[in-house]
């Protein structure tokens, strides 16, 4: 089964058959994404891509044409066929860990797809965490509101440009709402992330210290996607680990202004 949908920036959302996903009991978590590769393709080598959504027999990911390989992707229609891994890597932690909220979700570009998920797992919950979902794009265009259809938490959208929303980064965004509350109920927030490596590494210098915890996603070139190729490392507190399995989802001050290194490769 394959569902093509083209969205409002020109992104797609490609809904693909796996008979082992299930909606109500996901066995996939928000924040691991699964290897994807048009069948057939001239490439060899899958592209990660975080999972949007989980269904009754199907899952789904958001794909934005910036190559040949996703190009493939999003010009597949309903028969053709997708080469794709089971669920991968290490996601953000589970609902009930997260607290009683605030939660903000904070969607850098196509980063916004796991906080999908992320929110309709929580309005599943019987007494889920307030939460918020901040999307920034560059411009109205990068804003795909499209992809959020369905979720029950409030939406608030951030530009650079002033186009759409709230005038600045999402990182701008989410500095405000949290003096907004306050520091006693800000340090009960957590943070989730997914994004460009500069805005995560923004956002985290501009409130990790004023929140209980902030969780960011790393975006990286995944090949193998399960630690043998060792083309995604990244230097963390406990030293240089392959993305694809011990993340893509950190805590942020494990990967983020590490003394003497750089933050990321």
């Given at each position: 089964?394959?569902?093509?949908?083209?969205?409002?920036?020109?992104?797609?959302?490609?809904?693909v058959r796996d008979e082992h996903a299930r909606r109500d009991t996901p066995q996939s978590q928000p924040g691991q994404f699964a290897q994807l590769l048009a069948h057939p393709s001239q490439h060899l080598v899958r592209r990660p891509m975080s999972?949007?959504?989980?269904?009754?027999?199907?899952?789904?990911?958001?794909?934005?044409?910036?190559?040949?390989?996703?190009?493939?992707?999003?010009?597949?229609?309903?028969?053709?066929?997708?080469?794709?891994?089971?669920?991968?890597?290490?996601?953000?932690?589970?609902?009930?860990?997260?607290?009683?909220?605030?939660?903000?979700?904070?969607?850098?570009?196509?980063?916004?797809?796991?906080?999908?998920?992320?929110?309709?797992?929580?309005?599943?919950?019987?007494?889920?965490?307030?939460?918020?979902?901040?999307?920034?794009?560059?411009?109205?265009?990068?804003?795909?509101?499209?992809?959020?259809?369905?979720?029950?938490?409030?939406?608030?959208?951030?530009?650079?440009?002033?186009?759409?929303?709230?005038?600045?980064?999402?990182?701008?965004?989410?500095?405000?709402?949290?003096?907004?509350?306050?520091?006693?109920?800000?340090?009960?927030?957590?943070?989730?992330?997914?994004?460009?490596?500069?805005?995560?590494?923004?956002?985290?210098?501009?409130?990790?210290?004023?929140?209980?915890?902030?969780?960011?996603?790393?975006?990286?070139?995944?090949?193998?996607?399960?630690?043998?190729?060792?083309?995604?490392?990244?230097?963390?507190?406990?030293?240089?680990?392959?993305?694809?399995?011990?993340?893509?989802?950190?805590?942020?001050?494990?990967?983020?202004?590490?003394?003497?290194?750089?933050?990321?490769?």
């Amino acid at each position: 089964m394959i569902e093509n949908r083209r969205l409002s920036g020109g992104s797609h959302l490609l809904r693909v058959r796996d008979e082992h996903a299930r909606r109500d009991t996901p066995q996939s978590q928000p924040g691991q994404f699964a290897q994807l590769l048009a069948h057939p393709s001239q490439h060899l080598v899958r592209r990660p891509m975080s999972i949007h959504d989980e269904g009754d027999g199907w899952r789904s990911f958001m794909v934005k044409p910036v190559g040949p390989a996703t190009r493939e992707l999003v010009a597949l229609r309903a028969g053709d066929s997708v080469d794709m891994t089971p669920p991968l890597g290490k996601g953000f932690p589970a609902p009930g860990e997260l607290g009683e909220g605030p939660v903000f979700l904070v969607g850098g570009g196509f980063g916004v797809a796991p906080m999908h998920f992320m929110a309709r797992i929580l309005d599943g919950l019987p007494q889920a965490p307030e939460y918020r979902i901040l999307y920034g794009g560059r411009t109205r265009n990068d804003v795909e509101l499209d992809v959020l259809a369905g979720v029950n938490g409030e939406v608030l959208t951030s530009t650079d440009d002033g186009s759409l929303g709230f005038h600045g980064t999402c990182v701008d965004l989410c500095a405000t709402q949290l003096d907004a509350l306050g520091a006693a109920r800000a340090a009960r927030a957590v943070v989730l992330t997914c994004g460009p490596h500069a805005m995560m590494h923004a956002l985290h210098g501009a409130v990790a210290r004023r929140v209980h915890a902030l969780y960011a996603s790393l975006e990286e070139v995944m090949a193998c996607g399960v630690g043998v190729c060792m083309g995604c490392v990244a230097k963390t507190r406990d030293g240089w680990v392959p993305i694809c399995t011990h993340g893509p989802v950190f805590r942020s001050d494990t990967v983020f202004d590490l003394e003497g290194t750089a933050d990321h490769v």
